[in-house]
């Protein structure tokens, strides 16, 4: 099996439509977060079937695959990878875990990022030192710092918080609406495991909090609770 036969098999499922739909919705314009990437026009659903026929792939072929200018033939390539890192042995795993963040500049759009971190760097990481996280969490490029951010979703299923919240704390100043978005998501995650924890967060930061990210975090919180969030009224020691 190679990239290559890959790259034909998903050439035949091309659609024109899908593929104009996706540059608008990925937001490819010039200026945009995505602006230059190119779409085939095949459905996610597809893309996961495809991987699961291609599962067997070695290492440097879904790499090759990665590196492609197709934003679905990256997507299929994440989706193999985190294929193999579940059924590898720790060996394997850390040989994708490496490989993975050698090429985040392929893992370059919030989708590429949101299927993969919590299955590779988040495992990989997990009950380790988490100072690969904060050194993305640092960085200049966008998606680095979500993969930093998605990759503790691992820990939330783990009931471990501590990391998703220091992370947190730092992206209270972040520019990007992404990294809003996807805060905003992980601390939702917390609370749905352990609200009081959410809660203490946002009672310490959320007048400070980007809109995004605070109507993130309370998306699931009744109405009436929302509401005072909103609109400044929580009471806070």
């Not at 990239?3 to 490819?28: G, P």
């Not at 030192?129 to 820990?155: C, G, P, V, Y």
Request: glycine share 4%; charged share 30%; proline share 2%.
């Amino acid at each position: 099996m190679t990239a290559k036969q890959i790259r034909t098999h998903l050439q035949n499922l091309a659609d024109h439509d899908i593929a104009e739909h996706s540059q608008r919705f990925f937001k490819t314009g010039k200026g945009e977060y995505g602006a230059g990437d190119k779409f085939m026009g095949i459905r996610v659903p597809v893309l996961r079937a495809t991987a699961k026929q291609y599962r067997e792939i070695s290492l440097n072929e879904a790499l090759k695959l990665l590196k492609s200018p197709w934003h679905e033939q990256r997507l299929t390539a994440l989706l193999i990878l985190v294929n193999k890192f579940q059924r590898g042995t720790q060996r394997e795993q850390k040989a994708i875990f490496d490989a993975y963040l050698k090429n985040t500049r392929y893992i370059n759009n919030w989708d590429l990022v949101d299927c993969s971190a919590h299955l590779i760097v988040g495992p990989y990481l997990f009950a380790k030192s988490q100072a690969k996280l904060d050194a993305l969490a640092r960085s200049n490029d966008l998606w680095e710092r979500r993969i930093a951010m998605m990759a503790t979703f691992h820990n939330i299923r783990q009931d471990s918080f501590e990391q998703t919240l220091k992370l947190a704390r730092r992206f209270l100043n972040d520019k990007e609406d992404l990294i809003h978005k996807s805060t905003g998501w992980m601390l939702r995650e917390i609370g749905k495991r352990d609200k009081a924890a959410t809660v203490e967060f946002l009672n310490k930061h959320y007048k400070l909090m980007p809109r995004t990210m605070l109507r993130y975090a309370i998306e699931k919180f009744p109405e009436r609770e929302r509401q005072r969030y909103l609109k400044g009224t929580i009471k806070t020691a």
